[in-house]
Structure formats: C-alpha cells, structure tokens
Nanobody, 118 residues
Framework: QVQVVESGGGLVQSGGSLRLSCAAS????????MNWYRQTPGKERELVAI????????NYLDSVKGRFAISRDNAKNTVYLQMNSLKPEDTARYYC???????????WGQGTQVTVSS
C-alpha cells in the first residue's frame, strides 16, 4: 500500500510563512498527481493546490493564488506547499493526497495542522 506522510505544520502569526512537505512511498514507478487539501472542523474539505509529476501543471484554490506555491521533487517522491502571507482563514488541517502512475486511486496522509494567529 502507498503511504503518504505530511510534515511542516505549526503555529504562525498572520503574514508569516510555512512550508509543508509530503513524502510518498510504497510504490514503484512514478507519482502522477499530487494534491494538497485542507479541512476545518465543521466545513467541507477544500482542494488547495495540485501539481502533476510531469509537465509542470499546477492549479490553486482562488483564495490562495499568489500566496501559496506547490512544487515537487520527483526523485524523492515528495511534494511541497510553500505558504506565504498566511491569514487566519488559512487555519486548517492540511492533507496530502497522491495518485501513482497507472491508477486513479487517491492515497491520503494523516494531515498536518496549520494554525495562523492574528
């Protein structure tokens, strides 16, 4: 089974920055798409950012465009989310979800908490 592990969450002040990492393992071949989601208790899960392992395609939730940047290191099967100019509204648990080449199944991590204080 594919395993996905997030790290890098924490408590930051409004306007600060944080970098999340997501490492995938337990498969051969290549990752396909790498996604960052976030969820706040009582609210629906949001797709924050997507990146493909090839081609450089990225997409972002409108509210984070210009502030967040997704990137990846294919050799390490790792995806990053650089978060700048953080706002209290960004407070959520952030989850990484990955697909591997040849499958449409999403593999989820346990999440990492991001809290932005005012």
């Amino acid at each position: 089974q594919v395993q996905v592990v997030e790290s890098g969450g924490g408590l930051v002040q409004s306007g600060g920055s944080l970098r999340l990492s997501c490492a995938a393992s337990g498969f051969s071949g290549s990752m396909s798409t790498m996604n960052w989601y976030r969820q706040t208790p009582g609210k629906e899960r949001e797709l924050v950012a997507i990146i493909r392992s090839i081609g450089g395609y990225t997409n972002y939730l409108d509210s984070v465009k210009g502030r967040f940047a997704i990137s990846r290191d294919n050799a390490k099967n790792t995806v990053y989310l650089q978060m700048n100019s953080l706002k209290p509204e960004d407070t959520a648990r952030y989850y990484c979800a990955v697909t591997v080449l040849g499958s449409t199944k999403l593999y989820w991590g346990q999440g990492t908490q991001v809290t932005v204080s005012s």
